[in-house]
């Protein structure tokens, strides 16, 4: 599966922004899908995930309560609603899937497609 992220951009502390996975063909309903962002100097780390049909989600401790994972298989697509969003929240966000049928992770090694990332920043 060839993934896109798309949807970043430039704004201040405290605004929103959704960020969007789309898929090649109607293929994505069949793979759980993840977040990760990089910011300069970092390591890549997980920040949302969602199960194949959407009932289970993760997200990391600094997220919870601002973003929310969803997705929506007749579109193709998973989308990443960033609220209240911080400084610290400045990086490339990444979507990522495991092989198909696989469940959803937390972890980095568990994805086996990775799409070209989306740079997500956010002024103070």
């Known amino acids: 599966v060839q993934l896109q992220a798309s949807g970043g951009g430039l704004v201040q502390a405290g605004a929103s922004l959704r960020v969007v996975c789309a898929a090649s063909g109607r293929t994505l309903p069949g793979y759980a899908v993840g977040w990760f962002r990089q910011a300069p100097g970092k390591e890549r780390e997980f920040v949302s995930a969602?199960?194949?049909?959407?009932?289970?989600?993760y997200y990391r401790d600094s997220v919870k309560g601002r973003f929310t994972i969803a997705r929506d298989n007749a579109k193709n697509a998973v989308y990443l609603q960033m609220n209240s969003l911080k400084p610290e929240d400045t990086a490339v966000y990444y979507c990522a899937a495991p092989l198909k049928g696989q469940v959803a992770s937390t972890a980095l090694g568990a994805y086996e497609y990775w799409g070209q990332g989306t740079q997500v920043t956010v002024s103070s």
């Open positions: 969602i199960s194949r049909g959407g009932g289970t989600t």
